[in-house]
């Protein structure tokens, strides 16, 4: 079975700053990784995914997450975020095989500050 | 693309009664998620569909839940009765499950209050 680990429950930080945001998994099996946004009052919106090949994934919104399979890893970052970044980031794993099904870490609250 | 089409969404209802959620999903997809998503759980797989079928419905908290998929374009989730412990922001999902890895396209919710 696989499991997901977000280390931080709340993530403040100033606007134009740089921000990682951590995510662990854990899984017997090959993964596919996935970051999602939720806005507000919203849905969840993709924001980038692993599947294979390069470890550097770059995703929507200037975010980009990069897999690191030892450390067994998938930490979401952003060089410079904006006011508009606020929201709750979410990290998920699946396995590679059969229907693929979602597990997601507990989230990640982003605010970000004038 | 209308996306994933849920509704209603916004429910109050009281404890006891009969409540049913609707989804359309994104036309072609072929698999359905129902999520529920409170802050002490996070976000749950109550049940997910592939192909109109039920596939893993381990997530459905007890036999008050109840969830269908009579044909590609709608299901429905019902709770009955309800409980105050049910309210919550449920989505549903929907994926083409033609290849490994296909997104997740999600739902706006439905934000659920049993008094």
């Known amino acids: 079975a696989q499991s997901v680990t977000q280390l931080d429950s709340q993530v403040p930080v100033f606007e134009e700053a740089p921000v990682e945001l951590r995510c662990n998994y854990s899984s017997s099996v090959s993964v596919y990784l996935f970051w999602y946004v939720q806005y507000p009052n919203q849905g969840l919106q993709l924001l980038l995914k692993?599947?294979?090949?390069?470890?550097l994934v770059k995703g929507i919104n200037g975010f980009e997450a990069e897999f690191n399979k030892s450390q067994t890893s998938f930490h979401l970052r952003k060089p410079s975020v904006h006011i508009s970044d606020t929201a709750e980031y979410f990290c998920?794993?699946?396995?590679?095989?059969?229907?693929?099904?979602?597990?997601f870490g507990a989230g990640t609250r982003l605010a970000v500050h004038p | 693309d209308a996306g994933v089409i849920q509704s209603p969404r916004h429910e109050v209802t009281e404890m006891g009664q009969e409540v049913t959620l609707r989804c359309k999903p994104i036309s072609g997809h072929n698999s359905l998620f129902w999520y529920r998503q409170t802050m002490m759980r996070g976000l749950e797989l109550l049940i997910y569909f592939n192909n109109n079928v039920p596939i893993d419905d381990s997530g459905m908290p007890e036999d008050r839940f109840s969830a269908k998929m009579p044909n590609a374009s709608f299901s429905t989730l019902k709770i009955q009765p309800s409980e105050p412990r049910d309210s919550a922001v449920y989505f549903c999902?929907?994926?083409?499950?033609?290849?490994?890895?296909?997104?997740?396209?999600f739902g706006p919710g439905t934000r659920l209050l049993v008094l």
């Open positions: 999902a929907s994926r083409f499950s033609g290849e490994t890895g296909e997104t997740q396209y």
């Open positions: 998920a794993v699946s396995d590679s095989g059969g229907y693929n099904k979602l597990i």
């Open positions: 692993y599947l294979s090949g390069s470890t």
